[in-house]
């Protein structure tokens, strides 16, 4: 291994999925170093850099090789992996934490008893890639309506008939007079590495690291209709 060499880790800045990524490197006895930036991080006892971005933004950058590693949900992981045959991404573990569904939901006064009953109906989402192939993967044939937050105010504005989006209690759902109908993905933090391959020095360095971090496989392999790539 060269003296210098480092991996680097992309990990969400703040939000659901920050407290339990920096909590995984501390109980793997790693000692974060907090730098005088917040986008920035370094390990003293390992040789790991960490980058703290948006979580949206962590594929592309381990897509591209502006970081080896990152940590990251199912959810986005799989929404921009979106082309089959094209698998981009080694999951490399499954983290158990920020465990979610992407759930389809309708008003709560409809007597969902059929998938059938979706055909042309809209469905609101910010997942249209993965709501896109579930709905082929069922061949039900509804309209998709993009949508960047807030989705579980679609049905009340008449934008759409029912909406897809993350649920974790449910308790957001109720809230707005919906209820769960369909769960399209089952959703954790993984740990996530480009499909190209590293140089042995980092590969040295992976190891050591994997070594280190316990896998947690239950509930999160990602359904069959939600392609890597
Ligand atoms: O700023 P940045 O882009 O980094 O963060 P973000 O705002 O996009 O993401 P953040 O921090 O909200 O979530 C990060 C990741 O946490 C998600 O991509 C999921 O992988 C995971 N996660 C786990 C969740 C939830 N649980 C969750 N409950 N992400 C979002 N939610 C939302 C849900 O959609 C609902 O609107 O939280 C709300 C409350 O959920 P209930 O069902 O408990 O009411
Ligand atoms: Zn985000």
Avoid: H, W
């Avoid at 970081?67 to 992996?81: F, P, T």
């Avoid at 465990?99 to 109906?121: D, H, V």
């Avoid at 679609?154 to 109720?174: F, H």
Wanted: with cysteine; proline share 5%; net charge positive.
């Amino acid at each position: 291994m060269s003296a210098n060499e480092r991996l680097t880790l992309a990990v969400q800045r703040k939000g659901r999925l920050n407290e339990g990524s920096i909590d995984l490197l501390q109980s793997c006895g790693l000692k974060l170093k907090p730098s005088k930036s917040t986008l920035f991080c370094t390990v003293d006892n390992f040789p790991l850099d960490i980058l703290l971005v948006r979580d949206d933004d962590i594929p592309v950058l381990v897509k591209d090789g502006l970081c080896d590693l990152g940590i990251v949900g199912e959810n986005v992981l799989n929404e921009q992996s979106n082309q089959p045959n094209q698998a981009a991404f080694n999951i490399l573990r499954f983290l158990g934490f920020a465990q979610c569904r992407l759930s389809i939901a309708c008003p709560k006064e409809i007597n969902f008893t059929n998938i059938n009953q979706l055909a042309n109906s809209r469905i609101a989402t910010s997942y249209p890639n993965i709501l896109k192939n579930y709905l082929n993967t069922i061949n039900v044939p509804a309209k998709i309506v993009p949508i960047s937050g807030s989705v579980e105010i679609a049905p009340r504005l008449k934008m759409s008939e029912a909406i897809c989006d993350l649920v974790s209690t449910g308790r957001t759902l109720a809230e707005n007079d919906l209820k769960e109908i369909l769960i399209v993905l089952q959703s954790q933090a993984v740990l996530v590495q480009a499909k190209r391959k590293l140089p042995p020095s980092k590969m040295t360095i992976l190891e050591m690291l994997l070594n280190k971090i316990q896998d947690n496989a239950k509930g999160g392999m990602p359904n069959e209709n939600c392609l890597l790539g």
